[in-house]
C-alpha cells in the first residue's frame, strides 16, 4: 500500500495550472456579485481548447516525479 501525500499546492493541477491563468483571464475585472464571478469562470472554463487541459495534465505527472525525488518535499521553491 501507498500512502497517500499530504495536501501540496505543488501537486494539484487546479493550483499550478488552473488558477494561475484564470487569474490571468479575469484579473482586474470588477465582479460585484457571487452569480457574475460564477459565470466568468464557466465562460473562462468553456472557452479553453482541450489542449489547455492536456497540457495541465501532463505537467502532473514531471511534477509528481520531482515531489517523489524530493521526498515529498515542495517542488517549486
Not at 460585484?32 to 502532473?60: C, I, M, P, R
Not at 509528481?64 to 518535499?73: F, G, K, T, Y
Amino acid at each position: 500500500m501507498v500512502s497517500h501525500p499530504p495536501y501540496s499546492p505543488d501537486l494539484a493541477p487546479s493550483d499550478f495550472h488552473l488558477f494561475p491563468e484564470l487569474k490571468k483571464n479575469l484579473g482586474g475585472t470588477q465582479l460585484q456579485t457571487d452569480e457574475e464571478v460564477q459565470n466568468a469562470v464557466v465562460s473562462f472554463l468553456h472557452g479553453q481548447a482541450e489542449e489547455f487541459y492536456d497540457s495541465g495534465l501532463k505537467k502532473w505527472v514531471p511534477r509528481m516525479q520531482r515531489c517523489i525525488e524530493r521526498n515529498e518535499d515542495y517542488v517549486e521553491k
